[in-house]
T-cell receptor, first 116, second 115 residues
């Protein structure tokens, strides 16, 4: 059972380049999230999804797009990377209990992105 | 303005003693609080949670206390072990009625447990 898997683990981009981070979970969770963590900061929510085919903006969505075409995958895209997007990105997933309330988040190991 | 505050960036404790990590919040709509532990180069892992209908939740060596009137929660680790050395994040959300896991995190407290 792999849990939440993120690829790639590391990436260096030049300003203006595009890339996609892939998150895959094998726990059949309904909810998936993308967070970023910067030095001295807590984790901040970028986008999230409450089910296949749905996405919503989080706290810091600008400069990112997401897609959830399959329940197990959540993609985070940077169309035109900027140095301010240098960060560690964490994907997470969670499920809802029988009362349709979400339970705690399970995180991937993180993807370190550097934009030069 | 920070809604979840961890005012101590670091804490050093002797092995076997109690570690107390503190967290304050400002949003009275928060009704669910979680603690996550993070080792370097790994993702955060869930440690313990508490809902606003309780004032204490215990799981082995870990106990979380919630003081709603003070908007304050704390994590107690007893006894502390060197393997507990990590960054601890406090997080808050509205559990019931669904913000679907939109956790608001504090900046974290780095705990060092000395042998």
């Amino acid at each position: 059972n792999a849990g939440v898997t993120q690829t790639p683990k590391f990436r260096v981009l030049k300003t203006g380049q595009s890339m996609t981070l892939l998150c895959a979970q094998d726990m059949n969770h309904e909810y998936m999230y993308w967070y970023r963590q910067d030095p001295g900061m807590g984790l901040r929510l970028i986008h999230y999804s409450v089910g296949e085919g749905t996405t919503a903006k989080g706290e810091v969505p600008d400069g990112y797009n997401v897609s959830r075409l399959k329940k197990q995958n959540f993609l985070l895209g940077l169309e035109s990377a900027a140095p301010s997007q240098t960060s560690v990105y964490f994907c997470a997933s969670s499920y809802s209990d029988r009362d349709r309330n979400w339970r705690e988040l399970f995180f991937g190991e993180g993807s370190r992105l550097t934009v030069l | 303005d920070q809604q979840v505050k961890q005012n101590s960036p670091s804490l050093s404790v002797q092995e076997g003693r109690i570690s107390i990590l503190n967290c304050d919040y400002t949003n009275s709509m928060f009704d669910y609080f979680l603690w996550y532990k993070k080792y370097p180069a790994e993702g955060p892992t869930f440690l313990i949670s508490i809902s606003s209908i309780k004032d204490k939740n215990e799981d082995g060596r870990f106990t979380v206390f919630l003081n709603k009137s003070a908007k304050h929660l704390s994590l107690h680790i007893v006894p502390s072990q060197p393997g507990d050395s990590a960054v601890y994040f406090c997080a808050a959300s509205s559990f019931y009625g669904g913000s679907q896991g939109n956790l608001i995190f504090g900046k974290g407290t780095k705990l060092s447990v000395k042998p």
